[in-house]
C-alpha cells in the first residue's frame, strides 16, 4: 500500500508572556526564563510528494521571507532526511499569517508544521518529543510550536515544561513596521545589562496568574528583558507602547526582540476595539486580534 501523497500541517505563532533573559555567557549563549503562549495566527504548510525539495511561499502579511535553503521550513526538511536517513522528497508550500521579524516565530512554527508534515508523508514514525528534539537544532523557538499550549521554557527556551492555563486569553499584535534583527537586539542587551543573573528565574505571580485565569493580575506581570534594548534601536516603539495603554490595553509591551507589539485585552471585544482603533490613530501600521492558548504543530488535513 503506497503511503499519503498529501499532507497538510498547521503550526502556531507564539508569544512571551514574560521574557527573563540572563547574561551571556563565555559562547554568547543567554540563558532564559520565559513563558510562551500559543495564539491562534496559523502557519499551514502543505507537503506534496515530489521528486525533489521544493518551496512556494503564500503570505497574507508583509515582509520578505526567502524561499532558498536558508528558510527554516526547508532546513527542517533537510534535517528530518539526515535524521531518519531517508532519500524522500517533497513540494512545500506555505500559507504565511504570523507577522515576519516581528518576534512572534513565524519561522519556527514553518519548521514545526514541516516536521509534523514530512514525519507523516513519509511514514518515519517520529515521536512528539522527537521531533521537538531535532527541532531544537534548528532554534529555541521550534520546540514549542511543535508542543504549543502554554509552556515555561527555560535554558536557552528548549526546555518545556507545559503551565497550566485556565481560560481563553485575547491578546493583539500590533505590527509598527520596519525591521529589528534579533543578533542586533540581543548585542545591545549585553551593552545595556547590568547586574544580571547568570540564570534568571521564572515569574511565579504569572504562572499563578494563567493557572487561575486573572487577566488583571497577569497584566501586572507581563514584562521583557529585551524591550529596553528594542526601544533603544527603536525609540518609535517606547511611544507606540505608551499610546497602546493610552487607548486601553491591559498591558502592553514589546513582543520577543521585536518589532511587533503585544497587548493584552480583558475579552474578545476589546481586543477587536484595540485591533481596529490603533492603527485608525496612526500608533501602528497594522493590528491583530488574537487569542491563546491554541495547540502546537497538528496535521488538518491531505
Known amino acids: 500500500m503506497t503511503g499519503p501523497q498529501r499532507i497538510v500541517a498547521t503550526a502556531p505563532g507564539k508569544i512571551n508572556l514574560s521574557l527573563r533573559v540572563g547574561a551571556a555567557d563565555e559562547r554568547g549563549y543567554h540563558a532564559l526564563a520565559t513563558v510562551f503562549q500559543a495564539v491562534d495566527l496559523l502557519e499551514t504548510v502543505t507537503a506534496e510528494a515530489a521528486e525533489q525539495m521544493s518551496l512556494r511561499i503564500d503570505s497574507r502579511v508583509g515582509g520578505h521571507v526567502p524561499a532558498d535553503g536558508s528558510n527554516l521550513a526547508l532546513r527542517a526538511a533537510e534535517l528530518l532526511r539526515r535524521a531518519y536517513g531517508t532519500d524522500k522528497a517533497a513540494a512545500l508550500h506555505i500559507d504565511k499569517r504570523v507577522p515576519v521579524a516581528g518576534g512572534m516565530g513565524g519561522g519556527s512554527a514553518d519548521a514545526a508544521a514541516t516536521l509534523v508534515a514530512l514525519n507523516q508523508l513519509w511514514g518515519l514514525g517520529a515521536t512528539t518529543e522527537e521531533l521537538c528534539q531535532l527541532g531544537a537544532e534548528l532554534g529555541a523557538d521550534v520546540p514549542f510550536a511543535v508542543l504549543g499550549g502554554t509552556a515555561l ?28 534583527s534579533t543578533p542586533d537586539v540581543y548585542r545591545r542587551f549585553d551593552a545595556l545589562a547590568q547586574g544580571v543573573p547568570t540564570r534568571p528565574q521564572p515569574d511565579h505571580d504569572q504562572l499563578a496568574a494563567l493557572a487561575a485565569g486573572d487577566v488583571d493580575a497577569a497584566a501586572a506581570t507581563i514584562a521583557n528583558d529585551l524591550q529596553a534594548a528594542a526601544c533603544d534601536l527603536r525609540p518609535d516603539l517606547a511611544d507606540a507602547l505608551a499610546a497602546c495603554i493610552e487607548a486601553g490595553a491591559l498591558a502592553a509591551v514589546v513582543s520577543g526582540s521585536g518589532p511587533t507589539l503585544m497587548l493584552l485585552a480583558r475579552d474578545a471585544d476589546h481586543a477587536e476595539r484595540l485591533a481596529q482603533e490603533l492603527p485608525q490613530r496612526g500608533v501602528v501600521q497594522r493590528a491583530y486580534a488574537t487569542v491563546g492558548h491554541v495547540p502546537g504543530a497538528r496535521i488538518v488535513g491531505s
Open 153 to 180: 521554557g527555560e535554558g536557552t527556551g528548549t526546555e518545556l515544561t507545559p503551565v497550566p492555563c485556565r481560560g481563553a486569553w485575547h491578546w493583539v499584535l500590533a505590527v509598527p513596521g520596519g525591521f529589528l
